[in-house]
């Protein structure tokens, strides 16, 4: 979906350049890598914007600058007027407003815009990927630093952007693509181990879901799955309320030792099963739930609103609610749920991990 006049061949070398460019200075950063300063929202890349709209701005895509702040956002639009943003480099999602069955749009991600001392633009919540990457001599890869390598399709049936993100430690590669369709929006992330030693991966996606307010807001379809309570997942791109944030369990932070490794036991409560089908989220809620559907449904009772949820290769799902002590339609009046993977997987040399998930809107 290339829009400059160039040859499809020169325009393709170009953007290989891009790429291998942009890999290049990632790769660079290895003598002072952290993961605290890989796993960051603010660490900027050389983004050339300029660049970007040239090649890839067309029907459905837009290219815009974030204020303030190291990178850019990229707006699709279908043609039914189903909207998402997409940072860069960061990933998230910030946005999503699918066309409703009343003719208007509904925003379902629920984003805080801030701006700390150092006053660069700091965004959280919407859909983000959190994973890691861990090898056998303890060396950690936060999946970061995304660069757009391709945007295809059409607004009348589906716009797809891919990403691309390398690790600087060993060359292993993650891509991950955002499409947009009339009435859903999916995610897909692939790993792929390119080291002469194994790869460990966890993480999860998390949806930060709008509501009206959490007193009104029900989980569907969770009937005889599961569950065992734990302290909230924190990452950079996360939203957790003040009080409880000081208590959480920094993965991002901890690496495999921490909520999804070796100390995982110490947070985690007794297992039980659901016996309902739809969990009332009305108190401050932290979850995994193990043997989740592949399909469930988050329903605010409130805006008269559901949300359709499916999921791929993921072996929990978190649930996190802030609890209903929060006012209504406010910066907490939200729910926060993600497929996991707690229980590392390994990667040999030249294998591949594939996840996925999808948000449909039912209300069209």
Excluded at 151 to 160: A, R, Y
Excluded at 220 to 234: D, E, L, N
Excluded at 301 to 307: C, F, L, V
């Amino acid at each position: 979906m290339a829009m400059a006049n160039t040859s499809p061949f020169i325009s393709n070398l170009k953007h290989q350049s891009y790429i291998i460019a942009q890999t290049q200075y990632m790769r660079k950063r290895k003598k002072n890598f952290s993961l605290n300063a890989l796993s960051s929202s603010t660490q900027p890349l050389p983004l050339n914007l300029d660049y970007l709209k040239r090649e890839f701005t067309g029907p459905g895509v837009v290219f815009e600058r974030i204020p303030a702040g190291h990178g850019c956002s990229v707006r699709l639009t279908m043609d039914n007027g189903s909207i998402a943003n997409v940072t860069m480099p960061g990933g998230m999602i910030t946005s999503y407003q699918p066309q409703m069955w009343h003719g208007a749009n509904m925003e379902v991600l629920q984003t805080m815009v801030s701006r700390p001392d150092d006053e660069i633009t700091k965004l959280q919540g919407g859909i983000s990927v959190n994973f890691q990457c861990s090898s056998d001599d303890t060396d950690v890869w936060a999946l970061c630093g995304w660069v757009l390598c391709g945007v295809k399709g059409t607004p009348d049936k589906s716009i797809q952007i891919e990403l691309f993100s390398s690790s600087p430690l060993d060359g292993s590669e993650a891509r991950y693509a955002v499409t947009l369709c009339p009435n859903l929006i999916s995610t897909e992330l692939s790993i792929t181990n390119n080291s002469s030693s194994p790869l460990h991966i966890t993480g999860c996606i998390l949806n930060h879901l709008k509501t009206s307010t959490p007193d009104a807001t029900y989980l569907c379809g969770m009937q005889r799955a599961s569950y065992y309570t734990c302290g909230p997942v924190i990452s950079e791109l996360g939203i957790v309320p003040p009080a409880t944030s000081k208590t959480g369990t920094a993965w991002v932070q901890k690496g495999l030792d921490g909520l999804f490794g070796k100390g995982k036991d110490e947070a985690r409560g007794e297992e039980r099963e659901e016996g309902s089908e739809s969990v009332h989220l009305t108190d401050e809620t932290y979850r995994f739930y193990q043997n989740a559907p592949r399909q469930f449904t988050v329903l605010d009772r409130g805006r008269r609103n559901s949300i359709m949820i499916g999921k791929n290769g993921f072996d929990k799902l978190y649930v996190m609610s802030p609890g209903s002590n929060h006012d209504w339609y406010g910066r907490y009046a939200y729910v926060c749920v993600g497929p996991a993977v707690t229980q590392p997987v390994t990667l040999n040399p030249g294998e591949v991990w594939n996840g996925s998930q999808y948000l449909y809107n039912p209300n069209m």
